[in-house]
């Protein structure tokens, strides 16, 4: 089985998010062609808003591929909010813990079954200041190996202008722009065949997000930074930077 039949509870919260999203945004979707029409596949997608996952998901759904996200377990506590999360399949992370390997296993037989999953693999919202994708980590690449499946790297751009990082109010206006922007799949044949060690999985990760950078510079227009933001490091380094100045 390739392709997810649209079940009752993805209808249901397509018809409750799809209508404000439409008033909200306008789209600039580009590069749909690079979604697999069969088989499983995974997406790498970049944060920089708490309102991006719906925007990202209308963007998916409208592909005819249903997206099956890694999601904090916490969302799932909430009575109507979790049926609609398990209605739809999505799939509970608890990090740090045990359960966070059964999740990567679901993520695993969900793409073995012809399914699409969906990482956000910087895990939370971006926290460089210009809003660059971030380290990943590296949940992602172990999917990836296992699978072999194609990973399909995406940015999007334009939740962030109506709802900023760790922002509480929305700017309404003028109307944004959605921009998502999906380059072909991951090149990831030189580390097919290799043990899974830590640095391994590391280079797999950074190869992911170097791509999804790189889209998203397109789509934003302007150079991308070199390397990427790794905010343990800054978090020393503003450290040290006190230390010094004590």
Same mark, same amino acid.
């Given at each position: ?146 699978? +072999?499946?194609? &990973?399909? /790297?995406?940015?999007?751009? =334009? #939740?962030?202008?109506?709802?900023? !990082?760790? @922002? ?10 959605? +921009?998502?922007? &999906?380059? /072909?799949?991951?090149?990831? =044949? #030189?580390?097919?065949?290799?043990? !899974?060690? @830590? ?48």
């Amino acid at each position: 089985m390739s392709r997810r039949r649209i079940g009752f509870w993805y209808r249901l919260a397509a018809a409750i998010a799809k209508p404000p999203l439409i008033v909200l945004f306008k789209r600039d979707w580009r590069g749909m062609e690079n979604i697999p029409a069969e088989g499983g596949f995974l997406t790498a997608v970049n944060h920089n808003s708490y309102l991006d996952p719906l925007l990202y998901a209308h963007f998916q759904y409208n592909t005819g591929r249903l997206p099956r996200f890694l999601a904090k377990a916490a969302l799932f506590k909430p009575f109507f909010v979790g049926t609609v999360m398990r209605g739809t399949g999505q799939i509970p992370v608890v990090r740090a813990s045990a359960d966070a390997a059964a999740a990567y296993r679901s993520a695993v037989e969900a793409v073995n079954k012809g399914e699409c999953v969906a990482f956000y693999p910087e895990g939370t919202l971006t926290r460089d200041p210009d809003q660059w994708p971030m380290v990943g980590k590296t949940g992602v690449a172990r999917v990836a190996l296992l699978t +072999r499946a194609p &990973v399909i /790297p995406i940015a999007q751009w =334009g #939740a962030n202008e109506f709802l900023p !990082p760790y @922002a509480k109010k929305p700017s309404f206006l003028p109307r944004k722009t959605h +921009r998502v922007l &999906v380059g /072909p799949p991951v090149d990831l =044949g #030189a580390w097919y065949g290799k043990e !899974p060690t @830590a640095e391994v999985l590391r280079e797999v990760t950074g190869a992911i997000m170097s791509d999804v950078k790189q889209l998203l510079a397109d789509v934003r227009g302007i150079p991308a930074p070199d390397g990427l933001y790794d905010p343990r490091k800054a978090a020393k380094g503003t450290a040290a930077d006190g230390e010094g100045a004590a």
